[in-house]
C-alpha cells in the first residue's frame, strides 16, 4: 500500500503563502497543498490575490489545488478552465464551508442542500478538469450526517480524483465533540477514488487513529497544523517539536508574514496578520502573555512574548 497522503487544509487568511513558506523553512511539509477558496459567481471569479500568491509563489514543491466556490457550473467551468492554466496540481470544489454568506448563494456547504445544483456543479467541474485533476471537499451533510449516503450518490456518479471529507455537517459549524470518523469511513466504502479525513486532528495520536480506522488514504489538517506545524514532519516519522522547534516556528512566521506584507508592512498590519495564527496557537501561553498577544500592536512586542513561548513536557497533547 502507498504511504498515506498528508495534506494542509485551507484556511481563508490562514494557510496562505506566508505560512507554506514557513512549513517549508522549519522541514515539516505536507505532501498536498489547496488554496483557500476561490469564489465563483457568473458576473465574476473573485481572484484573491492572497490566493493566487499561493499558487504563483509558491516554490516550496508541494503540489497546491486551487479551491473552488460556486453553486453555479457555468462559472465554475469557466473558473476551472482559468485556474488551470496556472501551475496548479487540480482543482477542488468547496462544498463544505459553513459561511452564512457564502450559503446564501447556494455556495460551499449549501450545495449539500440542493442536490440538482451539487449534480450540475461536479458534473461540469468533471467534464472540463484532466483526469487525475478533480476532487471535493465536503462536509456530511447540511443537517445531519444521514443525507451524507445520497450526496455520496451525487460525488461517486462524477468519479472525483480525490476526496476531502470533514466529518461534521454544515449544523454543526466548528463546534468541539461533533466530528464523527464513521461518517468519513462511508466515503472511503463508496467512493472510487483516495479519501482524505479532516476535522479536529491535532496530535500524531488522532492523525494515526484516522489512518488506521477511518480513511487510510490520508489526513487533511487545518488548525492542528497551525498549533503545531511540525505535525506532517512527525507524520513522515520526525520527531515531536521541542521549545527551540516552537520558537523558530514563531521567528520563522513572524519573517514570512513581513515579507508577503512588503511595501503594504505597517507595524500594526503585521501584528494584525500574525494574531490569524495566533488565534490557534494561545493555549502555549499564560493569561497574561495572551491578553498582551492579542492586543499587540508593535512587532518588537510581540516578537519577545513568542521567543518566550516555552512547551510542557509532553507536546503530542492538544493544547486547549
Ligand atoms: C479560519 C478558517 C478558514 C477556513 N477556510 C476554508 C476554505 O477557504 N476552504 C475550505 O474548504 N475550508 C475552509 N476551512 C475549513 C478547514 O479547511 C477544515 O475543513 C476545518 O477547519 C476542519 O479541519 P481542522 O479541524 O483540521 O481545522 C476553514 C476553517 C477555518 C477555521
Known amino acids: 500500500m502507498s504511504a498515506p497522503i498528508t495534506a494542509l487544509a485551507p484556511m481563508q487568511d490562514v494557510t496562505d503563502l506566508a505560512f507554506m513558506r514557513t512549513l517549508a523553512r522549519i522541514d515539516s511539509l505536507p505532501d498536498l497543498f489547496v488554496t483557500a477558496y476561490f469564489r465563483s459567481t457568473p458576473t465574476t471569479c473573485a481572484i484573491a490575490e492572497a490566493n493566487l500568491r499561493c499558487i504563483e509563489e509558491n516554490q516550496t514543491g508541494v503540489p497546491i489545488l486551487a479551491q473552488l466556490a460556486g453553486s453555479e457550473a457555468a462559472p465554475l467551468m469557466r473558473d476551472a478552465e482559468r ?13 463544505g464551508c459553513p459561511s452564512p454568506l457564502v450559503n446564501r448563494h447556494g455556495a460551499g456547504a449549501g450545495l ?9 456543479c461536479l458534473q461540469g467541474l468533471r467534464s472540463v478538469v484532466p483526469a487525475g485533476k478533480f476532487s471535493v471537499k465536503c462536509r456530511t451533510g447540511w443537517t445531519t450526517a444521514s443525507e451524507f449516503p445520497t450526496i455520496l450518490a451525487e460525488i461517486a456518479a462524477a468519479e472525483p480524483d480525490m476526496a476531502m471529507v470533514h466529518g461534521r455537517t454544515r449544523q454543526d459549524l466548528y463546534k468541539p465533540g461533533t466530528v464523527q470518523p464513521e461518517t468519513a469511513q462511508l466515503a472511503v466504502n463508496t467512493l472510487n477514488c483516495p479519501v482524505l479525513g479532516n476535522g479536529d486532528i491535532t496530535t500524531l495520536q488522532q492523525a494515526h487513529d484516522w489512518l488506521n480506522q477511518v480513511t487510510p488514504a490520508g489526513v487533511m489538517i487545518g488548525r492542528g497544523a497551525v498549533q503545531n506545524p511540525y505535525i506532517f514532519r512527525q507524520l513522515h516519522g520526525g520527531a515531536a517539536p521541542t521549545t527551540d522547534d516552537m520558537r523558530r516556528y514563531f521567528a520563522v512566521l513572524t519573517e514570512e508574514t513581513d515579507r508577503i506584507l512588503h511595501t503594504k508592512r505597517t507595524q500594526a498590519g503585521h501584528c494584525n496578520r500574525m494574531k490569524k495564527y495566533l488565534a490557534f496557537c494561545y493555549g502555549y501561553f499564560t493569561p ?9 500592536t508593535n512587532i518588537s512586542d510581540m516578537q519577545r512574548i513568542l521567543s518566550g513561548v516555552t512547551l510542557s513536557a509532553d507536546s503530542d497533547k492538544p493544547v486547549k
Open 288 to 296: 497574561e502573555q495572551e491578553y498582551a498577544l492579542r492586543r499587540c
Open 112 to 120: 449539500l442542500r440542493d442536490l440538482p445544483a451539487l449534480r450540475a
Open 83 to 95: 485556474l488551470l492554466q496556472l501551475p496548479i496540481a487540480g482543482i477542488n470544489l468547496n462544498a
